[in-house]
């Protein structure tokens, strides 16, 4: 978003919550990953009714020094498609250290609730709390949770770990994730997107990996047939998708002019026109018949079982081409970044989760949490994590990984693909843009209403939302 100050502090909007979190959570999660090489270390990790009662020490043995084990902490965790992973890596933690963790496991619908109540709480039941990219800011400009310096003054986020534009930082004067700002979470989910292509089929008609937009095209034309779309877009939801098109065209949803400290609606610019029209014509021109109807699990089969030879898709779903038991195309399907209006202009848009730290625990709590974070965030941990099924969140690691037998083949993508990350809008607001931006796309797609009425209409209401809110806003240019 290029978006770098802002004047007033932002107010929470608890409201907003429960509108859109089920739509975004299909972009942020992704689909179920297969492990390739999964640890098996015995089951260490509790739920919450196997925890011990408040009386209970926990038993710690280590042959080399005196037990000193730390409180045992709770984590707040979604059941999520990472979720195997993240359990396999608290398993290995508990092995490892003999400090004691609790997982909290809790549907997507249920996590905003469970943390706001925590937080307000005299004391939050929950040590480390996982958090959506779509809402963490709520939690940052609240200060509630708590600014990782204060918990350890001497703490260095560790260059090798990727902060997604951002999304560790918050600048409580500007009211945003810049990169100046203060460490508030540390990230635990990397999604990314990729761009999944059939590489026997490119090679059969002579073709490179995509780059540009217009690459993709010229495929979608050579490669669809009766039995074969040539490229298939997400349309339920849409902004994810549409986002990367947007950024890779030069186009924003908004941006700040730092001047006048003004905020500009610019998602009716000529850019986000030319992004739009290039998506609408993919989508209707080379999709399937249902082509407005498809999410990420109608497309991750479409891909698997050969009807369709390319698409923008979250990197979690690679793991899926190589399952016998889902896909017919196994080590057919390569992943390369995400495509943009020229090559370089690249643009894949960021889907995380992060973790913070509640404001209202104990110092010792606090320590323990922290602990965990360190080492779950360490390269070998992160090596583990991602062997596990995961998605790690080091640069390290995914270069490591590139060279895998197994899972190189996209891990290399991810890598390649980490100086091409746009955030998402980051504004308490965001919830209620992102209903406005999945609205009028989807007219837009099934023709009810023209790209420039739809661009326009949309970035009326985008507008209107920041003026409500009490952002200093430019007029709209139409």
């Known amino acids: 978003m290029n978006i770098t ?6 107010t929470l909007h608890w409201g907003l919550s429960i509108l859109l979190f089920v739509s975004f959570s299909l972009a942020a999660c992704g689909p179920a990953v297969t ?5 098996t270390e015995p089951p260490s990790v509790v739920t919450e009714d196997q925890a011990p009662t408040p009386t209970e020490e926990p038993q710690v043995t280590t042959p080399t020094e005196e037990p000193q084990p730390l409180p045992r ?4 965790i979604n059941e999520s498609p990472w979720l195997a992973g993240f359990e396999a890596l608290v398993n290995k933690y508990v092995e490892e250290t003999g400090n004691q963790v609790t997982l909290n496991r809790t549907p997507f619908a249920g996590m905003l609730e469970k943390s706001r109540n925590a937080v307000q709480a005299p004391e939050s039941e929950f040590d480390i709390l996982t958090l959506n990219e779509q809402w963490y800011m709520q939690f940052y400009d609240g200060g509630l949770v708590t600014p990782i310096k204060e918990i350890d003054p001497n703490f260095v986020l560790d260059s090798q770990i990727i902060e997604y534009e951002w999304a560790t930082r918050w600048d409580p004067e500007l009211g945003y994730s810049t990169e100046n700002g203060e460490i508030y979470g540390l990230p635990i989910n990397g999604n990314i997107m990729l761009f ?6 490119f090679e059969a008609q002579g073709l490179d990996a995509p780059q540009t937009w217009a690459d993709v095209e ?24 549409f986002q990367a098109f947007l950024a890779s065209h030069g186009g924003s949803i908004f941006k700040l002019d730092e001047k006048t400290g003004e905020w500009e609606v610019t998602l009716n610019s000529p850019e986000a026109l030319q992004a739009l029209n290039t998506w609408l014509k993919l989508g209707r021109e080379y999709g399937p018949a249902n082509y407005s109807d498809n999410g990420q699990a109608e497309m991750i089969a479409l891909m698997a079982s050969g009807k369709v030879p390319q698409m923008v898709l979250v990197g979690a779903a690679a793991p899926d081409f190589d399952n016998p038991e889902k896909s017919t195309v196994i080590g057919n399907v390569a992943a390369v970044p995400v495509p943009g209006l020229v ?7 960021s889907g995380i989760w992060v973790t913070g730290i509640p404001h209202n625990l104990p110092d010792e709590r606090k320590q323990a949490a922290l602990s965990f974070l360190n080492w779950a965030l360490t390269k070998d941990a992160q090596l583990f994590y991602a062997q596990a099924g995961a998605i790690p969140v080091r640069q390290d690691v995914y270069e490591e990984m590139s060279s895998d037998s197994e899972q190189g083949w996209w891990m290399k993508a991810m890598a390649d693909s980490t100086v091409f990350i746009h955030a998402q809008p980051r504004l308490s607001e965001t919830p209620q843009i ?3 931006i999945d609205r009028r796309l989807k007219t837009a797609l ?9 661009l326009l209409e949309a970035a009326k209401e985008i507008h209107k939302i920041l003026t409500d809110a009490g952002y200093r806003v430019k007029p709209l240019a139409e």
């Open 5 to 10: 100050t802002k004047h007033k502090r932002l």
């Open 35 to 39: 492990a390739t090489s999964v640890p």
């Open 73 to 76: 902490i709770t984590i707040l």
């Open 196 to 201: 999944f292509y059939r590489k026997d089929l």
């Open 218 to 241: 010229a495929a979608a034309q050579l490669l669809k047939n009766e039995d074969m779309s040539g490229y298939v877009v997400r349309a339920n939801p849409p902004n994810w998708e």
């Open 343 to 349: 090559a370089g202009s690249n643009a894949t848009m």
């Open 434 to 436: 992102i209903e406005v």
């Open 446 to 454: 099934i023709s009810e209403i023209t790209p420039e009425q739809a």
